[in-house]
């Protein structure tokens, strides 16, 4: 493919960038105007999960597409698709924390109802329901497996947001960002274990990602079999 | 201007033979991921086709129950779009969509066990004698929700009086109608049939009853048509719908979700705010429509009502 970096930069990423939106504008959308479930909130939290998942085998894919390709413009995407596997996972874990956690907290009726009066809450009460939030969420993160799952692995892409920087990778040394940024590999193995924990039956969706982060996986896998066997050995003469 | 020569190329840059040949694997391997891929995208689907049930005939005669919750209702297009039916899909929209092809009419029951009335029982039949009454009741799912729901129906203990039981029976056992012809179901989800069961005296309770009705209308397919149960202390779960058998048993019967998960899900299922499901705490829960999370009541609230059916039990162990 030919194509030029001018056009890849002005044309193809802002246009990726904003179809990478889609969801979330198309689920702003839908919640606003009641196109969502009976039950909105849930509707959120899992769908920005799902999009998180989709975003980090995206990630996963530019490299081995690059390569089956040979076109090496599919590199300049990695970024971002990787800051949008952080951004929508951000947003699910917010998502989470508001309506699973925030929501049921003794604090939050009289939070939502001083806003919604509009006059600003008691800096004492939000006190409390910050110190409540942190001590609910902290509880949950111990105590359910597959949100300790969910997020670790969100925590494993803040390292690789932060460092997604042309100036990280000066500073880390192309070598040791490459090792950091491997770290998406644990990322693209825990979502979908993640996933996989929270359904009640039909594994069929999380076995979809799973699958496709093996698949992605495995071909590196395999790739650095191949390069290891295509280093030259010396030869050793078997008497 | 200075012109970088570019670099002689060394033997190791070279293709060598072996990772040419490979090329074919890599093609393959591309084919793969691109099948997962649309695998990955396609298999959920963004947009809610959720479409409330169209109205159904009224119901005559329906009378006002003393026993109900004095909470405002959830809608009708609530209730009626958000199920958890999974013969028609495990999607909480799938039976809004999918459920219409259920054929509830005619309908019959086969009764079965511990019983003198053994054989099938046409629902005319069991609805013969009894008054419909307007039952409102707290619904609160294992999954941490909930609605407030007016059901149309009779007290379950007059048609287990139908049936005569045997002093055999200490248990009754339901299965919910199933035929991959009329539902969508997907195998792999759960096994079907759906089976659950209540001890005789559950059974018999003032509060449980048989459901034909929502809103003062027939009851519509995804809510389990025609005949479902409803035991308001109970998880979602038990409330099993478009019941085609009932059997009266000695032993206690293995529902579903038992029978799917019993780390998870036991038999009785009370609901029970200080016994948490293993991946999720029961403590509170949403009520459909509301932001803030209520907290969750002993036996839903039915306390008063059902505690004396668990007298000495250990309600820990027996979730």
């Not at chain 1, 979809?208 to 079999?225: H, I, P, Q, T």
């Given at each position: 493919?030919?194509?030029?970096d001018?056009?890849?930069?002005?044309a193809?990423?802002p246009?990726?960038?904003?179809?990478s939106?889609?969801?979330?504008?198309y689920?702003?959308?839908?919640?606003?105007?009641g196109?969502?479930?009976?039950?909105?909130?849930?509707?959120?939290?899992?769908?920005?999960?799902?999009?998180?998942?989709?975003?980090v085998?995206?990630?996963?894919?530019?490299?081995?597409?690059?390569?089956?390709?040979?076109w090496n413009?599919?590199?300049?995407?990695?970024?971002?698709a990787?800051?949008?596997?952080f951004?929508?996972?951000?947003l699910h874990?917010?998502?989470?924390?508001i309506?699973?956690?925030f929501?049921?907290?003794?604090?939050?009726?009289?939070?939502?109802e001083?806003?919604?009066?509009?006059?600003?809450p008691?800096?004492?009460?939000?006190?409390?329901t910050?110190r409540?939030?942190?001590?609910s969420?902290?509880?949950?993160?111990?105590?359910?497996?597959?949100?300790?799952?969910?997020?670790?692995?969100?925590?494993?892409?803040?390292?690789?947001?932060i460092?997604?920087?042309?100036?990280?990778?000066?500073r880390?040394?192309?070598?040791?960002?490459?090792?950091?940024?491997?770290?998406?590999?644990?990322?693209?193995?825990?979502?979908?274990?993640?996933?996989?924990w929270?359904?009640?039956a039909?594994?069929?969706?999380p076995?979809?990602y799973?699958?496709?982060?093996?698949?992605?996986?495995?071909?590196?896998?395999?790739?650095?079999r191949?390069?290891r066997a295509?280093?030259?050995?010396?030869?050793?003469?078997h008497? | 201007m200075?012109?970088k020569?570019?670099?002689?190329?060394?033997?190791?840059?070279?293709?060598?033979?072996?990772?040419?040949?490979?090329?074919?694997?890599?093609?393959a391997?591309?084919?793969a991921?691109?099948?997962?891929a649309?695998g990955?995208?396609?298999?959920e689907a963004l947009?809610?086709a959720?479409?409330?049930a169209p109205?159904g005939r009224?119901?005559?005669?329906?009378k006002?129950s003393?026993?109900?919750?004095?909470?405002?209702l959830n809608?009708?297009?609530e209730?009626?779009?958000?199920?958890?039916?999974?013969?028609?899909?495990?999607d909480?929209?799938?039976?809004?969509?999918?459920?219409?092809?259920l054929?509830?009419?005619?309908?019959?029951?086969?009764?079965?066990?511990?019983?003198?009335?053994r054989?099938?029982?046409?629902?005319?039949d069991?609805?013969?004698?009894?008054?419909?009454?307007?039952?409102?009741y707290r619904h609160?799912?294992?999954?941490?929700?909930?609605m407030?729901?007016?059901?149309?129906?009779?007290?379950?203990?007059?048609?287990?009086?139908?049936?005569e039981?045997t002093s055999?029976?200490?248990?009754?056992?339901?299965?919910?109608?199933?035929?991959?012809?009329?539902m969508s179901?997907?195998?792999s989800?759960i096994?079907?049939?759906?089976?659950?069961?209540?001890?005789?005296?559950?059974?018999?309770?003032?509060?449980?009853?048989?459901?034909?009705?929502?809103?003062?209308e027939?009851?519509?397919?995804?809510?389990?048509?025609?005949?479902r149960?409803?035991?308001?202390?109970?998880?979602?779960?038990?409330h099993?719908?478009?019941?085609?058998?009932?059997?009266?048993?000695?032993?206690?019967p293995?529902?579903?979700?038992?029978?799917?998960a019993?780390?998870?899900y036991?038999?009785?299922?009370?609901?029970?705010?200080?016994?948490?499901?293993?991946r999720?705490?029961?403590?509170?829960?949403?009520r459909?429509?509301?932001?803030?999370?209520?907290k969750?009541?002993?036996?839903?609230?039915?306390?008063?009502?059902?505690?004396?059916?668990?007298?000495?039990m250990?309600l820990?162990?027996?979730?």
């Amino acid at each position: 493919m030919k194509l030029s970096d001018r056009t890849v930069r002005f044309a193809f990423k802002p246009i990726v960038f904003v179809a990478s939106l889609m969801p979330l504008v198309y689920l702003v959308w839908a919640a606003l105007t009641g196109n969502l479930s009976a039950n909105p909130l849930s509707d959120l939290t899992n769908e920005t999960g799902v999009w998180t998942l989709r975003f980090v085998c995206i990630t996963l894919a530019l490299t081995p597409l690059r390569k089956f390709t040979g076109w090496n413009g599919f590199i300049k995407f990695r970024r971002m698709a990787g800051l949008y596997a952080f951004f929508y996972g951000t947003l699910h874990l917010l998502t989470y924390a508001i309506a699973d956690r925030f929501a049921g907290l003794e604090q939050a009726s009289g939070l939502v109802e001083a806003i919604a009066m509009g006059r600003l809450p008691a800096a004492v009460l939000v006190a409390s329901t910050a110190r409540a939030m942190a001590t609910s969420i902290g509880e949950d993160i111990y105590k359910r497996p597959f949100i300790t799952l969910g997020f670790v692995a969100w925590l494993t892409m803040l390292p690789l947001a932060i460092t997604s920087t042309a100036g990280w990778i000066r500073r880390l040394g192309g070598k040791r960002w490459n090792r950091l940024h491997r770290l998406v590999y644990v990322t693209g193995i825990l979502g979908p274990l993640h996933y996989w924990w929270l359904v009640k039956a039909d594994v069929s969706r999380p076995m979809a990602y799973a699958a496709a982060v093996a698949v992605l996986l495995g071909v590196r896998v395999y790739w650095s079999r191949a390069r290891r066997a295509a280093v030259p050995v010396r030869l050793t003469i078997h008497a | 201007m200075l012109i970088k020569r570019a670099a002689d190329l060394r033997s190791s840059d070279i293709t060598d033979r072996k990772a040419y040949l490979n090329r074919r694997e890599f093609l393959a391997a591309a084919a793969a991921t691109a099948a997962v891929a649309t695998g990955v995208l396609g298999t959920e689907a963004l947009v809610y086709a959720a479409t409330p049930a169209p109205h159904g005939r009224k119901l005559e005669n329906v009378k006002k129950s003393p026993f109900g919750a004095d909470e405002k209702l959830n809608k009708w297009e609530e209730i009626t779009t958000y199920n958890n039916f999974y013969e028609f899909g495990i999607d909480k929209d799938s039976p809004s969509m999918f459920a219409r092809n259920l054929k509830t009419e005619p309908w019959t029951v086969g009764i079965d066990g511990e019983c003198a009335k053994r054989g099938n029982m046409p629902l005319e039949d069991i609805l013969k004698g009894e008054t419909l009454e307007e039952r409102i009741y707290r619904h609160r799912c294992v999954e941490a929700w909930s609605m407030v729901i007016p059901w149309v129906g009779f007290p379950l203990a007059n048609l287990i009086k139908k049936c005569e039981p045997t002093s055999k029976a200490r248990y009754v056992e339901f299965t919910t109608f199933f035929d991959t012809k009329q539902m969508s179901a997907r195998t792999s989800a759960i096994r079907y049939p759906y089976v659950e069961g209540l001890r005789l005296d559950e059974a018999m309770h003032p509060l449980t009853i048989m459901a034909v009705g929502l809103y003062g209308e027939v009851i519509p397919n995804q809510d389990g048509a025609p005949m479902r149960l409803v035991v308001p202390w109970k998880y979602g779960f038990k409330h099993i719908k478009s019941i085609s058998k009932i059997r009266f048993v000695e032993k206690q019967p293995l529902n579903t979700w038992q029978d799917q998960a019993s780390s998870e899900y036991g038999f009785y299922a009370n609901v029970n705010p200080s016994v948490n499901h293993p991946r999720w705490s029961q403590a509170t829960e949403r009520r459909i429509g509301e932001f803030l999370r209520r907290k969750t009541l002993m036996f839903n609230g039915y306390g008063d009502q059902v505690a004396n059916l668990y007298t000495g039990m250990d309600l820990k162990r027996n979730f």
